[in-house]
């Protein structure tokens, strides 16, 4: 029979599989989540922005700064991690202060441990909005990534780009390397890929391990849990079409307010013409010749 587990070892192996699975989702960590991408309010303006060192609106500084590693506001002197000492004393404001992010532009606190991981693991060193091209030094808001193509996204325009980011460079579903419908799509790339394709040559992959693009290495997902839309050409002379439109306005907008368009000129001039041949009937084709008769009797 095994040998039965000590209390030190299950309590070892639990604090294992704990930090194994802290790991696992730090990269799964919700942008927002972070302390250098919180919402902050300015002490002079009011104003609700990004956690960062100055305000954007007035450049004031803040009384209160957040760290930007670790989130505190108020150092305890606790951990004697700090690399200036007050011992006896808690460290508020600038007191705490060590640093500035050159990436997500807020304070780091003066201890050794977030002095040396932050400027490494900022969330925000490449966040620049695939929308508008904007940074985090050129707009006060905070910064989000789209949940179908991971990319960075501002405050401004993450409804609208995620509301149209479910489409495809292509005119059909179909594999770009094949024929076949695509069973995976990437929303990174906007393409699809059928179920050979999408696994690359001499890469082995597990039973259960979302299968990444073979051009960008995102995890990819099944067409039919998206709602995806095509690129549509319309050929012609789409001018024709707007001028059709265009006269469709002009006529409601007068009959609205009661006045006459060009095609009720044109169809008023046309019964003008019409009047002195009204008298004729096409349907007897002696009605010409019986009305020259009757006029030459009456002569």
């Known amino acids: 029979m095994p040998k039965k587990k000590s209390g030190a070892r299950k309590k070892a192996e639990k604090q294992r599989d704990r930090q194994r699975l802290i790991r696992a989702q730090a990269g799964e960590r919700e942008l927002t989540d972070y302390p250098c991408n919180i919402i902050i309010e300015c002490d002079k303006c009011q104003m609700r922005q990004k956690n960062r060192a100055f305000c954007y609106f007035c450049q004031s500084q803040q009384k209160l700064p957040v760290c930007a590693q670790c989130g505190k506001i108020k150092c305890m002197a606790k951990t004697g991690d700090c690399l200036v000492k007050h011992t006896g004393t808690n460290a508020t404001g600038m007191a705490m202060i060590g640093a500035i992010c050159d990436f997500c532009e807020a304070y780091i606190c003066h201890s050794k441990k977030c002095l040396t991981t932050h400027p490494c693991e900022c969330p925000l060193q490449d966040a620049k909005c695939i929308s508008c091209k904007r940074g985090v030094w050129d707009q006060g808001g905070r910064m989000f990534k789209c949940s179908f193509c991971k990319e960075y996204l501002c405050e401004d325009d993450q409804f609208e780009h995620q509301a149209s980011c479910q489409y495809l460079d292509s005119e059909s579903y179909k594999c770009a390397s094949c024929n076949k419908i695509g069973q995976y799509t990437c929303l990174r790339c906007k393409v699809c890929y059928c179920d050979d394709h999408v696994r690359r040559k001499g890469v082995k992959y597990s039973k259960n391990q979302v299968i990444p693009c073979p051009k960008c290495?995102?995890?990819?997902?099944?067409?039919?849990?998206?709602?995806?839309?095509?690129?549509?050409?319309?050929?012609?002379?789409?001018?024709?079409?707007?001028?059709?439109?265009?006269?469709?306005?002009?006529?409601?907008?007068?009959?609205?307010?009661?006045?006459?368009?060009?095609?009720?000129?044109?169809?008023?001039?046309?019964?003008?013409?019409?009047?002195?041949?009204?008298?004729?009937?096409?349907?007897?084709?002696?009605?010409?010749?019986?009305?020259?008769?009757?006029?030459?009797?009456?002569?």
């Open 217 to 299: 290495g995102q995890d990819t997902k099944e067409t039919k849990e998206l709602s995806l839309s095509v690129r549509r050409h319309e050929y012609g002379r789409q001018a024709e079409d707007d001028r059709m439109d265009y006269d469709n306005y002009e006529y409601f907008r007068n009959q609205a307010y009661g006045e006459e368009t060009d095609n009720d000129s044109e169809t008023k001039e046309d019964e003008e013409v019409a009047e002195p041949f009204s008298g004729l009937s096409l349907d007897n084709p002696y009605s010409y010749t019986d009305t020259m008769e009757g006029n030459s009797e009456d002569d």
